[in-house]
């Protein structure tokens, strides 16, 4: 492929990745400023190499397989987990409580990493464990953050199962809590998924800016107040900042403002809404 081709190509790619709707050819065309005759080119290629994707309903370009192969490849090389360790082990020692890393898998958060308590009386949770994505502080975060078409296609597959009676199983409760920890940039689990255990989590952003992950810490309610509250919020916005950086997010490129909240997410100074509640999903049923 010439140079001016390859350039090109890598353009394309950029631009969608930027946009998870897709684009239309013209839209590409208009942005991109390349020649209809030379993009059409560009872009079969892309298809035929699984590098985008093609849907013939709605006429959109999207990010192919094989992005998401070498994607693949590149966490695998990145180890999040091993970024992550001394992290999660700072949290728990600072907060004296126990402290996890989980990822999106499926409609569930899986644990990947953590450090256990001291104490005596501590939630019990093994690496590979799977909690409901809807029922969790660690797993609403992530919700929080997904695109718009994903968050809908998850609420319209999910059921929602009590699993203790203070499970929020409707739909708008859900989305209410998400919208407020989009507004600020931080989580709680009031024994949603196990009676007698808070739970407070925040995003972890990576280079494109986008969640890849949740950091957590559990607290039974017998030790959980104001001051703990406050203490847990300190040491996991650290965290979520030194982790996210760790992968790449830098926050003088990013959207986010940097006055308040984890990773500038909270609310601007003067009262309106930051970039960061506008991104991805919007919160109407």
Do not use: W
Not at 189 to 216: K, N, W, Y
Not at 235 to 261: M, Q, T, W
């Amino acid at each position: 492929m010439p140079v001016k081709s390859a350039d090109r190509a890598l353009r394309i790619l950029e631009l969608i990745a930027r946009r998870p709707g897709g684009l239309k050819h013209a839209e590409i065309a208009n942005s991109l400023k390349i020649p209809t005759s030379s993009l059409s080119g560009l872009l079969a290629t892309l298809v035929t190499q699984c590098h985008l994707a093609f849907d013939k309903e709605n006429k959109r370009y999207r990010l192919g397989p094989q992005i998401l192969l070498l994607a693949t490849r590149y966490l695998a090389d990145l180890d999040i987990v091993r970024f992550a360790q001394p992290i999660i082990d700072e949290i728990a020692y600072k907060s004296g409580e126990s402290a996890s890393l989980a990822m999106r898998y499926g409609p569930d958060a899986m644990f990947v990493c953590k450090q256990e308590s001291s104490q005596a009386l501590v939630p019990r949770l093994g690496l590979g464990d799977r909690v409901p994505l809807y029922a969790t502080a660690v797993g609403k975060v992530i919700l929080a953050y997904l695109p718009k078409e994903d968050l809908h296609r998850y609420l319209s597959s999910t059921k929602f199962l009590p699993l203790t009676r203070f499970t929020r199983i409707r739909r708008q409760e859900l989305l209410d809590d998400l919208k407020s920890i989009r507004g600020k940039g931080m989580a709680y689990s009031r024994e949603e998924q196990s009676e007698g255990l808070f739970a407070m989590a925040v995003p972890v952003f990576d280079l494109t800016h986008q969640v890849v992950a949740g950091i957590t810490v559990a607290i039974p309610k017998v030790r959980f107040n104001r001051e703990k509250e406050i203490l847990i919020r300190s040491v996991l916005i650290n965290g979520c900042e030194a982790l996210s950086k760790l992968l790449g997010f830098h926050r003088e490129s990013s959207p986010y403002p940097a006055e308040d909240g984890v990773l500038g997410s909270s609310l601007s100074r003067n009262g309106a809404t930051t970039v960061s509640a506008r991104q991805g999903a919007t919160f109407e049923d």
